[in-house]
C-alpha cells in the first residue's frame, strides 16, 4: 500500500533537513494495491446492479399510418394504441391528428381517419409520382382559392354598371383634362 501522509513527514522530519529521495514502491504492493481497488469496485457494481429494475426489451414498431419504422417498449406501443383506437401512430402522424382534431371540433376518429386516408393517397401516388403529387397539390390549391373568389363580394354583385366583357366602370375620360394643359 501506499505511505501514508505521517510516514512521510516523519521521514522528511528525521533526515536532518538532508534531501532524500522518498523510498519506492515495490511491484508486489503496487499489485496489492490495485487488485484491492478492483475488488471494491467490484463489489460496489454488484451492490448496484442489484438495486435496478430490469430494462424492458425494445420492438421495432411501424406506423400504420405513414409506415415509419421506430423503437418502442411494449409499453409504449399500448398507450399509443389505448390513446388512438387501437392503432400504433408514429409521433408525427400523432401530431397531424391532434391538428386534424383541433380543426373538425376535437373528434379523434374522424381526425384519425382523415389523416390516415391522407397517408394512404400519399404513399400509393406521392411517393412513386413526386412531381405529379405537387401538381395535384397545386391543382387543389387553385380550385380553393377560386372558390374563396367566386364566393367574394364583386361590385357587379352590389348593382353596378357593367361596360366592356371585364365589367370594369369608368367614371369619366381623362383625355379633356390632358387636353386643357396643353392649350
Known amino acids: 500500500m501506499a505511505p501514508n501522509r505521517e510516514t512521510l513527514v516523519a521521514s522528511y522530519s528525521n533526515s536532518d533537513n538532508k534531501a532524500h529521495k522518498p523510498r519506492t514502491l515495490s511491484m508486489e504492493n503496487l499489485q496489492r494495491t490495485i487488485s484491492d481497488i478492483s475488488f471494491e469496485l467490484n463489489k460496489e457494481a454488484s451492490d448496484h446492479h442489484a438495486k ?75 411517393r412513386a409520382y413526386p412531381v405529379l403529387s405537387q401538381a395535384e397539390a397545386m391543382r387543389e390549391m387553385l380550385k380553393k382559392s377560386a372558390s374563396l373568389r367566386a364566393n367574394s363580394i364583386s361590385p357587379r354583385d352590389r348593382g353596378g354598371q357593367k361596360n366592356g366583357p371585364t365589367g370594369i366602370a369608368r367614371s369619366s375620360s381623362c383625355i379633356a383634362a390632358i387636353t386643357k394643359e396643353i392649350n
Not at 400523432?94 to 404513399?123: P, S
Open 52 to 126: 435496478l429494475t430490469p430494462i424492458s426489451e425494445v420492438e421495432d414498431a411501424k406506423c400504420e399510418c405513414c409506415g415509419m419504422s421506430e423503437e418502442c417498449t411494449p409499453e409504449y406501443i399500448k398507450r399509443v394504441r389505448d390513446k388512438f383506437s387501437g392503432k400504433l401512430v408514429c409521433g408525427l402522424c400523432a401530431a397531424a391528428v391532434n391538428q386534424e382534431m383541433e380543426k373538425n371540433g376535437g373528434k379523434k376518429e374522424e381526425a384519425l381517419n382523415e389523416h390516415m386516408n391522407a397517408c394512404v393517397r400519399f404513399n400509393r401516388f406521392g
